[in-house]
């Protein structure tokens, strides 16, 4: 079991930058990929990005490729999702979540989620 808590997000100017973290419960951690995902109002959610448990290697969506950073800290059980050069498109509430499958795309490929946070762009 695995339970997942997001902090960091807020209300931000087009152009700047916020920095999310994930924190995870369980001695498991280091074994699940985590996933970062986002649901703007009336839209479906959708994958962001992606880290390995092990080796930081990640994988993003294309529109937040050069903006958008994963990493993750397995000593202290966070994620974080650092978003740079942020667009009024990129509003919507972000979840992480943990799952087995790097690649995985879908919210059905990961097993544990958490609460999701708020991210707003002002033009």
């Not at 700047?16 to 649901?39: D, E, I, K, N, P």
Request: charged share 20%; with cysteine; hydrophobic share 30%.
């Amino acid at each position: 079991q695995v339970q997942l808590v997001e902090s960091g997000g807020g209300l931000v100017q087009a152009g700047g930058s916020l920095r999310l973290s994930c924190a995870a419960s369980g001695r498991t951690f280091s074994t699940y990929a985590m996933g970062w995902f986002r649901q703007a109002p009336g839209k479906e959610r959708e994958f962001v990005g992606s880290i390995r448990g092990y080796g930081g290697y990640t994988y993003y969506e294309d529109s937040v490729k050069g903006r958008f950073a994963i990493s993750r800290d397995n000593a202290k059980n966070v994620v974080y999702l650092q978003m740079n050069s942020l667009k009024p498109e990129d509003t919507a509430v972000y979840y992480c979540a943990a799952g087995l499958n790097f690649y995985g795309r879908e919210p059905s490929q990961y097993d544990y989620w958490g609460q999701g946070t708020q991210v707003t762009v002002s033009s």
